[in-house]
């Protein structure tokens, strides 16, 4: 048996044993007594995705960043490539250019870009910042400006009506706050404190703020989307039942502080790309396909042999 297949056996003989257990009384997980994912499987998940997929290009820049800025922090992870190596090594002087991380993004323009990513694709929704950039180089251009002109510069993104209210909403909010467009004081605040400030913005939700947290400000965050939230219920990880807010607060209780960015990063990217594992509801028969060669799938049937062998006869 290999040893990402021990792995498997193992956490799941931890859940059966768990579930018999007293949960803990703890106000900030909604599914105490759903002791999945454990440490185990969530290491085991991204190592198979890592192989399958490798480390998804798009999220690269932001990767190499948060190795560069706490080089030691994770050094649980597979290298960048998937070859499941040594954690790969931060070296100022070799290629911020070429990696996209000598010009860090301002925090301001995190959050803008994740706000236009709603509802779009990753292509048209870069298309939309980079044009609204282009028409408006500053942030308090944009402020200034009707709101025609911004829903003009963002349509390509889809929804510019929605879209464009809530960046000039929040950009009015932010002035009348703080006194200046700028979001960087935010570095230097807790998590929680995060999730406050924006908290005041109208339109910014809990996986906009999460995917800031992540991406923008280097946090250990776990943003759960459409994809990540399919997959959880297909392979056990969160109930059939689990909303998002109530996903997102299991799987940040559950899963490790080191795996959480490569791990939503794998699964955001498999779940566009397989459709096996990512099939709506429990009574749904899944494709006999290509896709039967996806390595989640026997994580759906392991779960399902366990729920059955664990059911009074």
């Not at 059966?16 to 106000?27: C, G, I, Q, T």
């Not at 500053?138 to 400006?145: Q, R, S, T």
């Not at 209210?165 to 909010?173: E, N, Y």
């Amino acid at each position: 048996m290999g040893g990402s297949q021990k792995r498997k056996q193992e956490s799941l003989s931890f859940w059966k044993e768990s579930a018999a257990k007293s949960a803990r009384n703890d106000d900030d997980e909604p599914y105490p007594s759903h002791p999945r994912p454990t440490p185990e499987e969530c290491r085991s998940v991204r190592d198979d995705l890592l192989a399958l997929h490798g480390f998804p290009q798009q999220f690269d820049k932001y990767r190499r960043l948060r190795l560069r800025l706490a080089p030691l922090s994770h050094a649980s992870s597979p290298a960048i490539d998937g070859g499941g190596g040594p954690p790969v090594e931060s070296d100022p002087s070799d290629g911020d250019d070429k990696h996209g991380l000598s010009q860090r993004e301002s925090v301001l323009d995190g959050l803008v870009s994740v706000v236009l990513s709603q509802n779009t694709t990753d292509v048209n929704s870069q298309r939309a910042f980079t044009s609204l950039k282009s028409a408006f180089p500053a942030w308090e251009d944009v402020l200034a400006a009707d709101s025609k002109s911004v829903e003009d510069a963002i349509r390509c993104g889809g929804l510019a009506v929605t879209k464009a209210s809530c960046i000039k909403k929040m950009l009015s909010c932010l002035l009348e706050r703080k006194g200046k467009l700028c979001l960087e004081y935010l570095r230097d605040l807790s998590v929680d404190e995060v999730k406050t400030e924006l908290s005041h913005f109208k339109g910014i939700g809990p996986k906009t703020v999460a995917c800031v947290l992540m991406f923008h400000l280097q946090r250990d965050d776990f943003p759960v989307d459409t994809h990540v939230i399919q997959i959880g219920k297909a392979i056990g990880w969160v109930p059939a039942v689990a909303d998002r807010k109530k996903a997102y607060l299991h799987l940040n209780r559950r899963i490790p502080d080191e795996l959480k960015f490569d791990l939503n990063c794998l699964l955001f990217t498999h779940g566009k790309l397989c459709h096996a594992c990512t099939l709506k509801g429990t009574n749904q028969k899944r494709k006999e396909s290509h896709e039967s060669s996806c390595p989640l799938l026997t994580y759906c049937v392991d779960v399902q042999h366990v729920l059955q062998s664990s059911s009074p006869n």
